[in-house]
């Protein structure tokens, strides 16, 4: 069975940080490129940042450049969201994905609130 989990989210003031997390299970997660989207209320979803399964190599979103980092530990089937410097327009709820060929899966969301 496969799973997602989120964890790590919450209200933040702004230029607070925030570490998300995303333990996976049921599928072989080394091999799998993994992303972080969010979807702010009345807004479509946006991928934030994405992370490959090999070389690690990572992209982000321009709203997010220099202050949100991904990474991903393979050994614990884990993928990490640090952001850092955080707006109240990064407030949304935050998801992981799974990607590999034609497979993608998704998890549940945590949400990230920033305010004062």
């Known amino acids: 069975q496969v799973q997602l989990v989120e964890s790590g989210g919450g209200l933040v003031q702004p230029g607070g940080s925030l570490r998300l997390s995303c333990a996976a299970s049921?599928?072989?997660?080394?091999?799998?490129?993994m992303s972080w989207y969010r979807q702010a209320p009345g807004k479509e979803r946006e991928l934030v940042a994405v992370?490959?399964?090999?070389?690690?190599?990572?992209n982000y979103a321009d709203s997010v450049k220099g202050r949100f980092t991904i990474s991903r530990d393979n050994a614990k089937n884990t993928v990490y969201l640090q952001m850092n410097s955080l707006k109240p327009e990064d407030t949304a709820v935050y998801y992981c994905?799974?990607?590999?060929?034609?497979?993608?899966?998704w998890g549940q969301g945590t949400q990230v609130t920033v305010s004062s």
């Open positions: 994905a799974a990607r590999r060929i034609t497979r993608n899966y």
């Open positions: 049921g599928f072989t997660f080394s091999t799998y490129v």
């Open positions: 992370i490959t399964s090999e070389r690690g190599s990572a």
